[in-house]
Antibody, heavy 118, light 113 residues
Framework: QVQLQESGPGLVKPSQTLSLTCIVSGGSISSGGYYWSWIRQHPGKGLEWIGYMYYTGSTYYNPSLKSRVIISVDTSKNQFSLSLSSVTAADTAVYYC??????????WGQGTLVTVSS | DIVMTQSPDSLAVSLGERATINCKSNQSVLNSSKNKNYLAWHQQKPGQPPKLIIHWASTRESGVPERFSGSGSRADFTLTISSLQAEDVAVYYCQQYYSVPWTFGQGTKVEIK
């Protein structure tokens, strides 16, 4: 059973870069066949898909965030990462990583709350 | 982007009664060549991450109780809980994966009356 766990700072200052890592266990990112996504949920709100990557490094980002997002992979550590630059209070959210198969988000991490505040 | 709209925003149902949630997309999510609707339902209980319960509009995930069923096609979908149980209290989201960026409905909160 694949498991995902997000990690990273819970507090980021405005204008800085938010950086999170998703550690994958129970399956290898480099075995292929799946895409690895980031999704966020603003407090008390709905879900926003940020983007995904494949183990080869190919990516797709939501156009709403594209100019500020980078998703990268470290296959040696079986983890992938999210970088979101120039953050503001509007980026305060719970960030989830997930594994997807043809867009089906079948496995989710527990999520990590990131607050943007000085 | 494909816009997903759910109704109602919330509903309260008595234990053992039926709960019905609707989801509409502003364009079809049916791949006609594969005859598949690219529509999923997720359940999110308080303090937990979303959990996939249905994909391809009507395929239940392994371990999901049979009281959960999905139906619909093209741009009009329904999630039905045939006999609401206390553990079904949650927010339910539809999600399209027909075209990127994947998008979600705003969620429907299901409570016990």
């Amino acid at each position: 059973q694949v498991q995902l766990q997000e990690s990273g700072p819970g507090l980021v200052k405005p204008s800085q870069t938010l950086s999170l890592t998703c550690i994958v266990s129970g399956g290898s990112i480099s075995s292929g066949g799946y895409y690895w996504s980031w999704i966020r949920q603003h407090p008390g709100k709905g879900l926003e898909w940020i983007g995904y990557m494949y183990y080869t490094g190919s990516t797709y980002y939501n156009p709403s965030l594209k100019s500020r997002v980078i998703i990268s992979v470290d296959t040696s550590k079986n983890q992938f990462s999210l970088s979101l630059s120039s953050v503001t209070a509007a980026d305060t959210a719970v960030y989830y990583c997930a594994r997807e198969d043809e867009g089906i988000l079948g496995y989710w991490g527990q999520g990590t709350l990131v607050t943007v505040s000085s | 982007d494909i816009v997903m709209t759910q109704s109602p925003d919330s509903l309260a149902v008595s234990l053992g009664e039926r709960a019905t949630i609707n989801c509409k997309s502003n364009q079809s999510v049916l791949n006609s060549s594969k005859n598949k609707n690219y529509l999923a339902w997720h359940q999110q209980k308080p303090g937990q991450p979303p959990k996939l319960i249905i994909h391809w509009a009507s395929t239940r995930e392994s371990g999901v109780p049979e009281r959960f069923s999905g139906s619909g096609s093209r741009a009009d979908f329904t999630l039905t809980i045939s006999s609401l149980q206390a553990e079904d209290v949650a927010v339910y989201y539809c999600q399209q994966y027909y075209s990127v960026p994947w998008t979600f409905g705003q969620g429907t909160k299901v409570e016990i009356k």
